[in-house]
Protein backbone atom coordinates (compact mmCIF):
# COMPACT_ATOMS: atom_id res chain seq x y z
CA UNK A 1 0.00 0.00 0.00
CA UNK A 2 1.11 3.53 -0.87
CA UNK A 3 2.36 6.08 1.67
CA UNK A 4 1.65 9.76 1.56
CA UNK A 5 3.55 12.52 2.69
CA UNK A 6 3.59 16.18 2.34
CA UNK A 7 7.31 16.62 3.03
CA UNK A 8 10.68 14.14 2.71
CA UNK A 9 11.54 12.24 6.00
CA UNK A 10 14.44 11.48 7.81
CA UNK A 11 14.07 7.94 6.19
CA UNK A 12 13.25 9.07 2.55
CA UNK A 13 16.10 11.56 2.37
CA UNK A 14 18.48 8.55 3.65
CA UNK A 15 17.18 6.13 0.87
CA UNK A 16 17.54 9.06 -1.52
CA UNK A 17 21.14 9.48 -0.91
CA UNK A 18 21.70 5.07 -1.64
CA UNK A 19 20.66 5.61 -4.84
CA UNK A 20 23.18 6.03 -8.39
CA UNK A 21 19.92 6.34 -10.92
CA UNK A 22 16.66 8.24 -10.50
CA UNK A 23 13.67 9.23 -12.86
CA UNK A 24 12.13 12.42 -14.10
CA UNK A 25 8.70 12.75 -15.70
CA UNK A 26 7.21 15.99 -17.41
CA UNK A 27 4.35 16.21 -19.73
CA UNK A 28 3.09 19.67 -20.96
CA UNK A 29 -0.91 19.75 -21.56
CA UNK A 30 -0.22 18.84 -25.31
CA UNK A 31 2.23 16.66 -26.94
CA UNK A 32 4.33 13.71 -25.57
CA UNK A 33 4.85 12.54 -21.79
CA UNK A 34 8.92 12.80 -21.19
CA UNK A 35 10.47 10.61 -18.79
CA UNK A 36 14.46 10.32 -18.64
CA UNK A 37 16.64 8.36 -16.72
CA UNK A 38 19.39 10.43 -14.38
CA UNK A 39 22.37 9.17 -13.14
CA UNK A 40 25.89 10.77 -11.97
CA UNK A 41 25.67 12.54 -8.09
CA UNK A 42 23.47 15.24 -9.18
CA UNK A 43 20.20 15.10 -7.00
CA UNK A 44 20.14 17.18 -3.39
CA UNK A 45 17.79 17.47 -1.12
CA UNK A 46 18.23 21.22 -0.01
CA UNK A 47 15.16 20.80 2.09
CA UNK A 48 12.28 18.44 3.03
CA UNK A 49 10.11 20.34 0.65
CA UNK A 50 12.97 21.29 -1.93
CA UNK A 51 15.23 19.45 -4.09
CA UNK A 52 17.27 19.85 -7.29
CA UNK A 53 19.16 18.38 -10.08
CA UNK A 54 21.64 19.48 -12.12
CA UNK A 55 21.21 18.72 -15.93
CA UNK A 56 23.63 17.72 -18.42
CA UNK A 57 23.06 18.97 -22.17
CA UNK A 58 21.56 15.95 -23.93
CA UNK A 59 19.87 14.82 -26.62
CA UNK A 60 16.72 17.50 -25.84
CA UNK A 61 15.38 19.92 -23.65
CA UNK A 62 12.30 18.44 -22.64
CA UNK A 63 12.37 18.69 -19.06
CA UNK A 64 12.98 22.43 -19.51
CA UNK A 65 9.82 22.85 -21.77
CA UNK A 66 7.50 21.29 -20.00
CA UNK A 67 7.85 22.75 -16.59
CA UNK A 68 7.78 26.30 -18.75
CA UNK A 69 4.13 25.37 -19.82
CA UNK A 70 2.89 23.44 -16.96
CA UNK A 71 5.48 22.95 -14.08
CA UNK A 72 4.60 19.34 -12.91
CA UNK A 73 7.26 16.82 -12.07
CA UNK A 74 7.54 13.85 -10.62
CA UNK A 75 11.00 12.38 -9.48
CA UNK A 76 11.38 8.81 -8.85
CA UNK A 77 13.79 6.78 -6.93
CA UNK A 78 13.58 2.54 -6.50
CA UNK A 79 15.30 0.76 -3.86
CA UNK A 80 17.36 -2.37 -6.19
CA UNK A 81 18.59 -3.30 -2.84
CA UNK A 82 17.09 -4.12 0.79
CA UNK A 83 14.35 -2.52 2.09
CA UNK A 84 12.33 -2.99 -0.98
CA UNK A 85 10.89 1.05 -1.58
CA UNK A 86 9.68 3.29 -4.71
CA UNK A 87 9.49 6.88 -3.55
CA UNK A 88 7.75 9.25 -5.76
CA UNK A 89 8.54 13.14 -5.76
CA UNK A 90 5.55 15.50 -6.77
CA UNK A 91 6.15 18.98 -7.27
CA UNK A 92 6.36 22.09 -9.18
CA UNK A 93 9.85 22.65 -10.99
CA UNK A 94 11.56 25.30 -12.93
CA UNK A 95 14.46 25.56 -14.37
CA UNK A 96 17.50 27.82 -13.18
CA UNK A 97 20.25 28.81 -15.80
CA UNK A 98 23.60 30.02 -15.46
CA UNK A 99 22.21 33.67 -16.86
CA UNK A 100 19.97 33.59 -13.56
CA UNK A 101 19.94 35.60 -10.64
CA UNK A 102 19.74 32.27 -8.40
CA UNK A 103 22.71 30.29 -9.96
CA UNK A 104 25.19 31.38 -7.77
CA UNK A 105 23.37 30.31 -4.63
CA UNK A 106 21.93 26.69 -6.17
CA UNK A 107 25.38 26.02 -8.12
CA UNK A 108 27.04 26.12 -4.70
CA UNK A 109 25.16 23.15 -4.12
CA UNK A 110 26.79 20.57 -6.50
CA UNK A 111 29.87 20.00 -8.17
CA UNK A 112 29.43 21.33 -11.57
CA UNK A 113 30.41 18.58 -14.19
CA UNK A 114 31.42 19.27 -18.02
CA UNK A 115 28.50 20.51 -19.95
CA UNK A 116 26.19 21.82 -17.25
CA UNK A 117 23.07 23.10 -18.84
CA UNK A 118 20.85 24.19 -15.84
CA UNK A 119 19.49 23.09 -12.52
CA UNK A 120 16.03 22.34 -12.05
CA UNK A 121 14.94 23.61 -8.54
CA UNK A 122 11.95 21.55 -7.34
CA UNK A 123 9.29 22.28 -4.68
CA UNK A 124 7.90 19.27 -3.17
CA UNK A 125 4.06 19.01 -3.16
CA UNK A 126 3.87 15.52 -1.62
CA UNK A 127 5.64 12.35 -1.46
CA UNK A 128 4.15 8.72 -2.01
CA UNK A 129 6.39 5.85 -0.85
CA UNK A 130 5.53 2.06 -2.13
CA UNK A 131 6.57 -1.36 -1.95
CA UNK A 132 8.80 -1.46 -4.37
CA UNK A 133 8.54 -5.64 -3.96
CA UNK A 134 8.52 -6.00 -7.85
CA UNK A 135 11.31 -4.03 -8.33
CA UNK A 136 14.49 -6.43 -9.30
CA UNK A 137 17.82 -6.47 -7.30
CA UNK A 138 20.57 -4.69 -9.19
CA UNK A 139 24.15 -3.59 -8.33
CA UNK A 140 26.00 -0.81 -9.62
CA UNK A 141 29.16 -1.55 -11.73
CA UNK A 142 29.75 1.92 -12.81
CA UNK A 143 28.80 5.19 -13.94
CA UNK A 144 29.39 5.41 -17.81
CA UNK A 145 32.01 8.53 -18.24
CA UNK A 146 30.93 9.03 -22.14
CA UNK A 147 28.15 11.99 -21.35
CA UNK A 148 30.66 13.95 -19.39
CA UNK A 149 33.62 12.87 -21.65
CA UNK A 150 32.07 14.33 -24.80
CA UNK A 151 31.28 17.76 -22.74
CA UNK A 152 35.37 17.84 -21.60
CA UNK A 153 36.10 17.13 -25.53
CA UNK A 154 33.87 20.06 -26.58
CA UNK A 155 35.24 23.54 -27.93
CA UNK A 156 33.28 25.66 -25.72
CA UNK A 157 32.50 27.99 -28.60
CA UNK A 158 30.58 25.06 -30.48
CA UNK A 159 28.62 23.63 -27.72
CA UNK A 160 27.49 27.06 -26.69
CA UNK A 161 26.31 27.84 -30.39
CA UNK A 162 24.62 23.84 -30.18
CA UNK A 163 22.72 24.93 -27.01
CA UNK A 164 22.02 28.13 -28.12
CA UNK A 165 20.26 26.42 -31.25
CA UNK A 166 18.12 24.20 -28.61
CA UNK A 167 15.15 26.22 -28.30
CA UNK A 168 12.22 24.45 -28.84
CA UNK A 169 11.45 20.99 -27.75
CA UNK A 170 10.52 17.70 -29.66
CA UNK A 171 6.91 19.31 -29.54
CA UNK A 172 7.61 22.65 -30.00
CA UNK A 173 7.27 24.07 -26.78
CA UNK A 174 9.68 27.02 -26.32
CA UNK A 175 12.97 26.30 -24.15
CA UNK A 176 15.52 28.82 -22.75
CA UNK A 177 19.27 28.28 -23.67
CA UNK A 178 22.45 28.76 -21.13
CA UNK A 179 24.76 31.49 -21.90
CA UNK A 180 27.86 29.86 -21.40
CA UNK A 181 29.54 26.18 -21.68
CA UNK A 182 30.34 25.24 -18.19
CA UNK A 183 33.81 22.87 -17.81
CA UNK A 184 33.14 21.63 -14.26
CA UNK A 185 35.00 19.32 -12.47
Known sequence: ?????????????????????????????EGRINLSPKGYDAFRVLSPTRVAYLDLGGSGNETHAHLAADG??????????????????YGRGRAVLPQDAEWEALAA?????????????????????????GVPFMTLE?????????HRQSDPAQWEAK???????????????????????
Open 1 to 29: MADFTEALTEKHIAMIAAQPVFFVATAAG
Open 72 to 89: RITVMFCNFQQPALILRI
Open 109 to 133: QFTLMPGTRQIFDIAVESVQSSCGW
Open 142 to 150: GERETLKKA
Open 163 to 185: MAARTRSIDGLPTRATDRYIAGE
